[in-house]
Nanobody, 122 residues
Framework: QVQLVESGGGLVQAGGSLRLSCAAS????????MGWFRQAPGKEREFVAA????????NYADSVKGRFTISRDNAKNTVYLQMNSLRPEDTAVYYC???????????????WGQGTRVTVSS
């Protein structure tokens, strides 16, 4: 199965920016749709963004539209999440995964990465 390692999290001031990376190995990365999810303290894991295998189409949760950008570099087997205009509400552990469209939403298949923690202070 595909192995995933997230990185790039940290502490940032509200209004600031951060870029997360997810490095993949063990599969044909370019054939997978990829997504980012996050889990805030005391809450369920939620969808953040997805990008199709070719990078030609993206999808975002309403809460991050206009602020976050998902992208991928298939030559580097890496997917990114550029986060701008960060808010304290964005504080969470962020995870990447291969994703599939189930008719109503994006769902992961295979294993989660270990996640990277993002803390946004005010």
């Amino acid at each position: 199965q595909v192995q995933l390692v997230e990185s790039g999290g940290g502490l940032v001031q509200a209004g600031g920016s951060l870029r997360l990376s997810c490095a993949a190995s063990g599969g044909t990365f370019s054939s997978y749709n990829m997504g980012w999810f996050r889990q805030a303290p005391g809450k369920e894991r939620e969808f953040v963004a997805a990008i199709i295998w070719s990078g030609g189409r993206t999808n975002y949760a309403d809460s991050v539209k206009g602020r976050f950008t998902i992208s991928r570099d298939n030559a580097k087997n890496t997917v990114y999440l550029q986060m701008n205009s960060l808010r304290p509400e964005d504080t969470a552990v962020y995870y990447c995964a291969a994703v599939i469209w189930d008719g109503t939403s994006w769902s992961k298949f295979g294993s989660w990465g270990q996640g990277t923690r993002v803390t946004v202070s005010s």
